[in-house]
């Protein structure tokens, strides 16, 4: 169950395992299915928590990151406004806020992917679930 929970394991693939394993199980199919099922949706909610979860924790994170770039923005204009700027200041602070900016587009990019996960997740539990209702029936 675990294996075909996993999303290494092409659907295709796990399809086809899916129909075999309940093809073996004779006369127990209906129970066999029903206990795959289960298992399969246990261990596929939690994989989605735990993406969820880690979701919510880069969010936190970019919403920080968010800040900090716009307060560094705000004190490098200060800085470079001023009467006699201190250039070295200047620069660490200009190097500071590229490196902040490139972080923050680094894990924005990163979201978007993992955005898809919690969705292909799903969309692989509603495959097999739909392959043990089809064998079973």
Not at 13 to 28: R, V
Not at 75 to 94: F, R
């Amino acid at each position: 169950m675990t294996k075909l929970a996993a999303r290494r394991l092409p659907l295709d693939d796990a399809e086809k395992e899916t129909k075999d394993y309940l093809a073996a199980a004779g006369n127990d199919k209906v129970m066999a299915g029903k206990l795959l099922f289960s298992g399969l949706f246990d261990t596929l909610n939690a994989e989605r928590s735990s993406v969820m979860n880690g979701l919510e924790r880069v969010m936190r994170k970019q919403r920080e990151a968010v800040d900090k770039v716009r307060s560094d923005t705000i004190a490098l204009q200060a800085m470079q406004s001023a009467a006699n700027p201190d250039q070295s200041k200047v620069d660490e602070l200009s190097n500071q806020l590229l490196w902040e900016t490139r972080i923050f587009e680094d894990r924005r990019r990163v979201v978007k992917y993992v955005c898809e996960v919690p969705t292909t997740i799903d969309q692989r539990l509603f495959a097999l679930g739909r392959v043990i209702q089809q064998e079973i029936e």
